[in-house]
């Protein structure tokens, strides 16, 4: 039944920053996630970088396994 209402959904594409390799996915496809929280740590040239969400949301998919090198630009995971 179509009650004329529309829902906004927002999707938002977390991105690679940088060539690294994902040393850990910390986020899980279903887990709320608030502004701020840690996805996925990268390494790159013995540093840990934190991949974190850009607002909050659900993680609908986790784009990486662990051990995969990613390239700047690559989708990491998607929030909706």
Do not use: F, H, Y
């Amino acid at each position: 039944m179509d009650t004329g209402r529309s829902v906004e959904v927002t999707v938002a594409e977390v991105r690679a920053e940088m060539v690294a390799n994902v040393w850990k996915i910390v986020a899980a496809v279903g887990d709320e996630v608030g502004d701020g929280d840690t996805l996925v740590i990268l390494e790159s040239m013995k540093m840990e970088i934190p991949v974190v969400a850009e607002g909050s949301g659900t993680v609908s998919e986790i784009r990486v396994t662990e051990g995969q090198v990613v390239q700047e630009g690559d989708v990491i995971a998607i929030l909706g």
